[in-house]
């Protein structure tokens, strides 16, 4: 069984930075893929970013976050990073933290096991 806790949201003025960290624990975080999905209020759930697992450079994002964000993996950690550039109002929603053994779906459907989830919230 694997243990996810995001930390890192808070309360960022637009155009700002925030980075949030995912810690693993309780598996072989190096096997796993990881992403991260964020849902604001009154929406649905929605894919943001995902990075292959082990050693692997692979990266994709959604296009509402693409050249903003980026995601990152610390093997030796057991953590993965959202780092969050040019932060706007609508980037406001829980971020949640994904983990599965064979892939991170931008529908989140099938994931193996989910954090709880931090707050971001951006002021205009």
């Known amino acids: 069984q694997v243990q996810l806790v995001e930390s890192g949201g808070g309360l960022v003025q637009a155009g700002g930075s925030l980075r949030l960290s995912c810690a693993a624990s309780?598996?072989?975080?190096?096997?796993?893929?990881m992403g991260w999905f964020r849902q604001a209020p009154g929406k649905e759930r929605e894919f943001v970013a995902r990075i292959g697992r082990g050693d692997s450079t692979y990266t994709y994002y959604a296009d509402s976050v693409k050249g903003r964000f980026t995601i990152s993996r610390d093997n030796t950690r057991n953590t993965v990073y959202l780092q969050m550039n040019s932060l706007k109002p609508e980037d406001t929603a829980v971020y949640y933290c994904a983990a599965d053994l064979w892939a991170i779906l931008v529908t989140g459907y099938g994931i193996d096991y989910w954090g709880k989830g931090t707050l971001v919230t951006v002021s205009s």
């Open positions: 309780g598996g072989t975080f190096s096997s796993y893929h």
